[in-house]
DNA sequence: CTGAAAGCGCTTACAG
DNA sequence: CTGAAAGCGCTTACAG
């Protein structure tokens, strides 16, 4: 039913080759034949057949991406800049996640092994570290979106947690903050002592060394950053700033100051890390450390979509830097 | 370089059609053979290649999804829903957007005539209804994950708006409210229409006919429900409760109520809808009608892969109920 | 139970 | 400038 190359051929009175010619504009064909199969391609309206052009050729002009999951607040944003891209350069993008577990990533490992998709981009499910390597090291085109500052061994976009937490630092400092309190990510990402290692050295170097018992680890949850600060106001641990290691701590840690009658930022001052939408919606606004998650999403469509095309990739991991947005949980106006 | 269909045809000694058989587990197959075949294939390590496979059986074992953006807050609660049930039925997921506008629609509809996918899902585009009807009427199928109230002439699920809002209405007259407010999504939508002819009626059911200065139309973003609530409230209109269509606006209500020193519940009840993990943070949590984002997302795509393994696409909409969640912004304890 | 051959819809040397 | 033929890696009648 679908019309296909012959159908074409046949009404221009030519070769297959010669359609095909045409169609990707490869050797010389007489402007006239050409005339004469355009025309009869537009009259048809014939598409090549995806499926059969890439098998011929050989790639399927497909990226594959693989997520931990797509509820997560900042994921939209992630694939949004990937998609953007992707589109762009009229390639298609495959979707996976692990939301279901090992069978998700039985499923994702057969799609691999049937050549489903050229190249790879991935956001890191937790422990599949060692299988992208894998991957890698097997020959498929991988770029990593690198949100838990993992540094791996094969090219990856991240942003500069260590800087983004010494400007949040920097700001505080400046606000008259000498006693922060910090509320951490997991201790065992990477991300997290970036963060708390920017963050921690710049008070020091203002000689204000952060006490250990002002570093609460958390796990990025509001609740986590409501109980760090309950806790602490209930141990009377005195503190005129909190730093969360996200937006979503950030935000917990706003309502338990307010539970507790605090001001912020009068008595507290509070930044997150993130600056997603709801920054902008706490109470006060929330300043926060803005990750630039839409533009990794892109800059590494862009690397892995241009090394399929044959470029380079770039060999040490692209960063892009955070910015700090400041709103009134620190004192803006 | 990857080893094909022959390489196993070749070291287990028997043709390629043998493989096939074994492969595919249609016709039969002697057993010491088929053993034979199986043990060259694990040894191997061999995956059909998909591409292949998909064209020589003209179907590509893909669904397509296009929504309009990747960003908005519930969109990865549908998308995950989708691509649960893609990724377990063993089909692959080509995620579009047409965030890139007219450009993204022509990337989006070339591959849809380049046959890249043998089904769609769509959170639809805004005014791209009448080309998705095009494709659905040219043979594509496509089910429609349906957030506007479009009911339109295909496949499609939705929700109990109308039945949602009644149920916000029911619960704020339970509790006595007497006088509500509502902001509304933008008129254009049928969702807007169905959940303000819910919540309208029950309350004229109530004899509490709803005042049209009290039907504040928003567009369902933050500022919205706080430059309604703001407005009303300089106008000095009475009002003891806020019905919001959706939690965002619903949290911008909440934050001009706090400014204007109105205390919620006591003063004024809100009521969001959506029911986003948002609605537990805001303060106080926030009473939502909860939209049932993830099973449509699910139900729509297991009405799309079960009508492309041969099943009857269900006639009417696919309904799936919402639900009352109760929080501290109508008195929960 | 098994295989040779044609076919899916293209591309790409190779020859003219 | 143009075409016949082989090939991409499978599946599927058809024949035995």
């Given at each position: 039913?679908?019309?296909?190359?012959?159908?074409?051929?046949?009404?221009?009175?030519?070769?297959?080759?010669?359609?095909?010619?045409?169609?990707?504009?490869?050797?010389?064909?007489?402007?006239?034949?050409?005339?004469?199969?355009?025309?009869?391609?537009?009259?048809?309206?014939?598409?090549?057949?995806?499926?059969?052009?890439?098998?011929?050729?050989?790639?399927?002009?497909?990226v594959g991406?693989?997520?931990?999951?797509?509820?997560?607040?900042?994921?939209?944003?992630?694939?949004?800049?990937?998609?953007?891209?992707?589109?762009?350069?009229?390639?298609?993008?495959?979707?996976?996640?692990?939301?279901?577990?090992?069978?998700?990533?039985?499923?994702?490992?057969?799609?691999?092994?049937?050549?489903?998709?050229?190249?790879?981009?991935?956001?890191?499910?937790?422990?599949?570290?060692?299988?992208?390597?894998?991957?890698?090291?097997?020959?498929?085109?991988?770029?990593?979106?690198?949100?838990?500052?993992?540094?791996?061994?094969?090219?990856?976009?991240?942003?500069?947690?260590?800087?983004?937490?010494?400007?949040?630092?920097?700001?505080?400092?400046?606000?008259?903050?000498?006693?922060?309190?910090?509320?951490?990510?997991?201790?065992?990402?990477?991300?997290?002592?970036?963060?708390?290692?920017?963050?921690?050295?710049?008070?020091?170097?203002a000689g204000?060394?952060?006490?250990?018992?002002?570093?609460?680890?958390?796990?990025?949850?509001?609740?986590?950053?409501?109980?760090?600060?309950?806790?602490?106001?209930?141990?009377?641990?005195?503190?005129?700033?909190?730093?969360?290691?996200?937006?979503?701590?950030?935000?917990?840690?706003?309502?338990?100051?307010?539970?507790?009658?605090?001001?912020?930022p009068t008595?507290?001052?509070?930044?997150?890390?993130?600056?997603?939408?709801?920054?902008?919606?706490?109470?006060?606004?929330?300043?926060?450390?803005?990750?630039?998650?839409?533009?990794?999403?892109?800059?590494?469509?862009?690397?892995?979509?241009?090394?399929?095309?044959?470029?380079?990739?770039?060999?040490?991991?692209?960063?892009?830097?955070?910015?700090?947005?400041?709103?009134?949980?620190?004192?803006?106006?």
């Amino acid at each position: 039913m679908p019309i296909t190359i012959v159908d074409v051929a046949t009404r221009a009175g030519v070769s297959k080759t010669t359609v095909s010619r045409v169609l990707n504009g490869k050797g010389e064909v007489d402007r006239r034949t050409a005339d004469r199969v355009r025309a009869v391609i537009t009259d048809l309206g014939y598409v090549p057949n995806a499926r059969a052009v890439n098998l011929a050729r050989g790639r399927t002009r497909v990226v594959g991406m693989l997520v931990p999951a797509l509820t997560w607040p900042w994921m939209g944003e992630v694939l949004q800049g990937a998609v953007d891209v992707v589109e762009s350069e009229a390639y298609g993008l495959l979707l996976f996640t692990c939301n279901r577990g090992d069978e998700s990533m039985r499923r994702f490992a057969s799609q691999v092994s049937a050549r489903s998709f050229d190249g790879l981009l991935v956001v890191e499910p937790e422990g599949t570290l060692d299988y992208i390597t894998e991957l890698h090291r097997r020959g498929l085109p991988v770029v990593l979106v690198d949100d838990r500052g993992h540094q791996p061994g094969f090219p990856s976009v991240r942003t500069t947690n260590e800087a983004g937490a010494r400007s949040a630092a920097a700001h505080l400092l400046h606000r008259g903050r000498r006693r922060p309190l910090v509320v951490t990510g997991p201790r065992r990402f990477g991300c997290t002592r970036e963060r708390t290692a920017g963050f921690t050295e710049a008070y020091a170097e203002a000689g204000l060394p952060v006490a250990p018992d002002r570093l609460v680890e958390g796990d990025f949850t509001f609740e986590c950053g409501r109980a760090a600060v309950r806790r602490l106001l209930t141990d009377r641990v005195d503190f005129d700033a909190v730093f969360a290691h996200n937006d979503l701590s950030a935000a917990g840690a706003l309502q338990a100051l307010r539970d507790a009658g605090r001001r912020v930022p009068t008595d507290v001052a509070v930044v997150g890390f993130d600056d997603l939408p709801l920054a902008g919606h706490t109470h006060p606004p929330l300043t926060s450390v803005r990750q630039p998650l839409r533009e990794m999403g892109a800059a590494a469509a862009r690397a892995l979509i241009g090394h399929l095309a044959g470029k380079p990739l770039p060999d040490p991991p692209t960063v892009i830097p955070t910015s700090l947005t400041v709103r009134a949980s620190t004192g803006a106006t």
